[in-house]
């Protein structure tokens, strides 16, 4: 990390771990390659409390709040950007983010995403999202190991 870089703070961020069944819901974003998938997230509004972000973070990209929160993992997963993402944002050395557990109370038809920032939204088994987590797997890269130990936090396992 460039040394100007190393005074600017972390941003926080929420990542909604979303499931019905033995399924968990990912988004494909137009900002990442078509075979990235990650769990809906984004930045927290100033004073904003981990479930408001979730909820709003949620309407915003998947267009509905049919969602109940069962917790707030104990995990954090805390990383600096790299380069080429500092000088695009410049306000943050990168982000520390928060994992909001929520099951799915709707129905299919009530997902909605925001077309110009999600690509795509499908439900994944159990065994996908585990295989996906494997270290050797880019697509869950910026979680650093920590979705598996949520999964057996919440017993999603």
């Known amino acids: 990390m460039k040394k100007e870089f190393e005074s600017l703070p972390y941003r926080k961020n ?4 979303v499931f019905r069944d033995k399924e ?12 990235w998938w990650k769990f809906p997230q ?11 972000g979730a909820k709003r973070e ?4 998947i267009g509905t709040d049919k969602i ?5 993992s104990k995990l954090v997963n805390k990383y600096d950007w790299d380069n080429k993402d500092l000088v ?6 990168g982000q520390e983010q928060y994992f909001v557990v929520a099951k799915f109370v709707g129905g299919d038809s009530d997902l909605k995403p925001d077309n110009e920032e999600i690509r795509k939204v499908k ?8 295989n996906f987590s494997k270290k050797n797997k880019k697509l869950f890269d910026m979680y ?11 017993n999603l396992k």
Do not use: M
Request: charged share 35%; proline share 3%; glycine share 8%.
């Open 14 to 17: 929420v990542s909604i771990i």
């Open 24 to 35: 968990f819901l990912l988004v494909n974003k137009h900002e990442g390659p078509r075979d």
């Open 42 to 52: 984004g930045g927290l509004d100033e004073e904003e409390s981990l479930e408001d």
């Open 58 to 61: 949620f309407v915003e990209e």
């Open 68 to 72: 109940e929160i069962i917790g707030i």
């Open 88 to 93: 695009n944002r410049k306000k943050a050395r």
């Open 123 to 130: 439900w994944f088994a159990l065994k996908d999202i585990i």
């Open 144 to 154: 650093n190991g920590l979705i598996p130990k949520i999964l057996k936090e919440f």
